[in-house]
């Protein structure tokens, strides 16, 4: 860099420029004057060159340059254009090819954190359960801030690593990264931008942190208002949403005027419409529509009906109840919960719920209002066509292009987490009916009634479900092997860790066995791990290491389920669970399939063929639906009965030499 020289000074005050002192003016070697105009120049400044010609949508020229603008200590990189900044630019460092226009103000006017560090009163309005919103805050790291509050000194160690990263990054200078566009919008302050963000027709960012990056740009758009936040790579916020207090994840979309304040939305959130408060959206949380308020709640992978909402108030002691759909619950239209209330995993919500039910216990089930009444179906989810399209499209719906991946996303739709939960739920359900009697007409469980044939059924659907689960671990673990002896199917069996025994927890979407987790928690709490991209780090690892951990904990239970020996499970063993595997896949999948058939079905061809004939009905609902035997999803099922009938007739096959 350079001063500039008395010629140039000469150029930019007959451009109509002018300066508190030129001398703080210093440039690039290669800088000229020429495309600066009406110009205020004060503090400290520093400017690239002005080469590059920008092309707008329709064809529209501008040369990069300055053109009525002041700037007050500011840096500005090469081929950048700054027009019409209607008040001032003060304290930011801007990149290259940046292109701001229209704009009323940005500044910098004290040291300034940019949001990190900021408590967000997640689940309890009231307070209690902060969570510190940081560039580096994962679901995870959330998630044990937020709810692992008997660990006191757990708190203060992530609360000083918190503070201490956010000190380090504080600066009186913000910064506008590469290639960003800022053009129509009103009011930035303490606001960090990085590369390739998109700002048009923002109303108001307010001490906050915009992590866009060339890889996952962040769309920042009309009317929007964000006040002490942080929005990571590859999102949206768009259309006059309104966000206080708030941590937006990656490849998040909010608009459609949502509201939010104390809230965390972690990867592939959509919020559209509705509202939010104290709000812990876990990945895949998705709210859609007007009238939905999500409050107070801990959700992942969750689809909220129109009109849903929760009650944390109860006029006594203030808005302090919480409550939580495990990963995978849905709500239905007009849906109702009063908080404290906890809902299994895939679990369907429908009616109004005023009883604090606690069904985490009894996974994949219907909760059903009739008469001011909750029923529980147990199981039932599970032959749901809707649960396996579920399962299917989370992760072909994770938008994430950033490399660095933030949140650890496990989408097993049956792992240990939720098959634990179903050997409890079978022997709850087997217990209901031991203490009351088989031929009950109805039996009560946590402020909820159970149908005699509800349970009876539910028992069965857990069954399928854990037999079909440990199956599918030992063909895995099978896989490929040609086996000699029964000895070696026995080497080949055990586990390769003894981590993965005992219970498993679902950390906002990470599935990892508890005593990895209370491995970690003890790591920070005596300085192991001091650092929160370590702490990041050992969530990897878990995730990463999931089939291994999976496998030891599976192999236990095969024992357990099926009655077996380590040291004496034979071919023929095995042979028996594949053969009891086929049988509940297969049988599992023809109730998918037969609940598949009811959207093809007469009654669903209702409003179909106007002004016609039954014949006109059924060739317009074909048009817009498909055939039946057509459609992807059937034809999908029907391909997996045939490929897992196949895998296991292979193994019986490797296997059956051995069987004397």
């Not at 909402?309 to 109702?336: C, F, V, W």
Request: hydrophobic share 35%; aromatic share 10%.
């Amino acid at each position: 860099m350079r001063n500039l020289t008395q010629e140039e000074i000469g150029i930019l005050t007959s451009h109509g420029c002018i300066a508190d002192k030129w001398n703080q003016i210093q440039v690039a070697d290669d800088f000229a004057p020429d495309h600066i105009y009406q110009t205020e120049f004060s503090g400290t400044i520093c400017l690239g060159k002005f080469d590059k010609v920008f092309t707008l949508p329709g064809g529209v020229t501008r040369h990069s340059g300055l053109r009525n603008v002041h700037l007050h200590n500011v840096s500005v990189g090469d081929n950048s254009l700054i027009e019409n900044v209607q008040n001032y630019i003060a304290n930011y460092d801007i990149g290259s090819d940046t292109f701001i226009s229209n704009a009323n103000m940005i500044l910098t006017d004290c040291r300034s954190t940019f949001g990190n560090g900021t408590e967000v009163s997640v689940l309890n309005e009231t307070g209690g359960r902060e969570v510190s919103i940081n560039n580096k805050l994962t679901a995870q790291l959330a998630y044990i801030m937020a709810l692992y509050r008997h660990h006191p000194l757990l708190k203060e160690r992530i609360k000083a690593l918190v503070d201490f990263y956010s000190n380090k990054h504080a600066s009186t200078m913000g910064s506008i990264g590469n290639h960003v566009v800022i053009i129509n919008t009103c009011y930035i302050k303490n606001v960090n931008i990085g590369d390739y963000a998109y700002l048009c027709g923002v109303s108001r960012l307010n001490n906050g942190t915009i992590n866009s990056k060339k890889e996952a740009p962040v769309s920042i758009g009309h009317n929007v208002i964000c006040d002490d936040f942080i929005i990571q790579s590859g999102s949206e916020v768009t259309d006059g949403a309104t966000l206080s207090r708030c941590y937006v994840g990656q490849a998040c979309i909010l608009g459609h005027g949502y509201s939010a304040s104390d809230s965390l939305f972690f990867s592939n959130c959509q919020g559209e419409n509705g509202e939010a408060c104290a709000l812990f959206a876990g990945p895949f949380t998705v709210t859609h529509h007007k009238s939905t308020l999500l409050i107070a709640g801990m959700f992942s992978f969750m689809n909220a009906g129109s009109g849903s909402n929760q009650s944390n108030h109860m006029y006594k002691l203030g808005p302090i109840h919480q409550g939580t759909l495990e990963r995978g619950a849905k709500t239905s239209s007009d849906s109702y919960i009063l908080w404290p209330s906890k809902v299994g995993a895939f679990s369907l919500v429908m009616g109004r719920h005023v009883t604090h039910s606690d069904t985490s216990n009894l996974p994949f089930s219907y909760l059903i209002e009739q008469q001011n009444t909750t029923y529980l179906v147990p199981g039932v989810n599970l032959r749901s066509v809707g649960t396996i399209r579920d399962a299917q499209k989370w992760p072909k719906r994770d938008k994430r292009t950033d490399p660095n991946r933030l949140d650890c996303v496990n989408y097993n739709l049956l792992s240990p987490y939720t098959i634990q939960k179903m050997f409890k739920g079978r022997q709850i359900l087997n217990d209901l009916q031991t203490a009351s009697g088989q031929l009950s007409d109805i039996y009560s469980y946590q402020s909820a009634k159970i149908k005699n044939s509800a349970l009876k059924q539910g028992i069965k659907y857990y069954e399928i479900a854990i037999t079909k689960f440990l199956g599918n671990s030992v063909i895995k673990r099978l896989e490929g092997i040609h086996f000699q002896s029964d000895e070696e199917i026995r080497e080949r069996l055990k586990p390769d860790t003894a981590i993965g025994s005992g219970e498993w927890v679902d950390i906002a979407g990470l599935i990892a066995p508890k005593s990895e987790i209370d491995t970690l928690i003890e790591q920070i709490e005596n300085g192991t791990v001091n650092k929160l991209k370590d702490i990041n780090a050992a969530f990897q690892q878990m995730h990463q290491n999931y089939y291994t951990y999976e496998w030891t904990w599976a192999y236990e239970k095969l024992q357990e389920f099926f009655g077996l020996q380590a040291d004496q499970i034979t071919a023929a063993d095995i042979i028996t669970i594949v053969e009891k595997w086929k049988e509940a896949v297969i049988g599992l999948d023809k109730m998918v399939y037969e609940d598949a058939k009811k959207e093809f079905s007469l009654a669903s061809m209702t409003g179909f063929g106007a002004d016609g004939t039954k014949i006109e009905k059924e060739q317009d609902f074909e048009q817009v639906r498909g055939d039946f035997d057509t459609n992807p999803f059937v034809t999908a099922v029907l391909e997996h009965i045939k490929t897992k009938d196949a895998l296991g007739s292979e193994l019986i096959e490797r296997l059956k030499p051995l069987v004397h």
